[in-house]
């Protein structure tokens, strides 16, 4: 029992590593997701279901590459905890899109829940965006190096 409140007295201590796992957790649902849309199947749904939300057929396969690469390089990014608030930001957009303006008309608890998903991530995101990177991320590396430099004045030649 002693050695289970020592494990949560640690992880209430470090609630930064938690979002980290949420942040890795997504950039690796966005990564996927993205490679998923680019194979042929998966990508002809999508471009149907845009052209049926009433984009011009151009519109609709412009829009699926950009959000296909925005997932893909964006998962890597967030994974990797590197530019996370950009990562995130660039997200942002595209889940609320999702949520507001394919989904909606699915409603609340269809079978597919695309919606649900679609709000949960884009929620998710804006708190990865708000909280930015933690410890377990380039950026937090870069900005322990920063700060561990700062407090050492220059050498002098």
Do not use: C
Not at 53 to 59: A, N, R, T
């Amino acid at each position: 029992m002693e050695k289970l409140r020592h494990w949560f007295n640690w992880a209430e201590a470090h609630p930064k590593v938690w979002l980290d796992l949420v942040r890795i957790y997504l950039g690796v649902g966005l990564f996927v997701r993205g490679v998923l849309m680019f194979t042929s199947s998966r990508s002809d749904q999508i471009t149907d279901m845009l052209q049926r939300s009433g984009q011009p057929w151009l519109l609709s396969v412009a829009l699926l590459h950009y959000v296909a690469v925005a997932h893909f390089v964006g998962g890597i990014l967030l994974i990797a905890g590197l530019l996370t608030r950009l990562a995130a930001g660039v997200q942002v957009p595209i889940l609320a899109g999702a949520v507001f303006l394919i989904h909606r008309h699915e409603g609340l608890l269809s079978a597919g829940q695309s919606l649900e998903f679609s709000a949960l991530v884009l929620v998710l995101l804006t708190v990865i965006l708000a909280a930015g990177p933690g410890p377990l991320s380039v950026d937090g590396e870069n900005k322990m190096e920063l700060s561990a430099n700062s407090n050492h004045p220059p050498a002098s030649a």
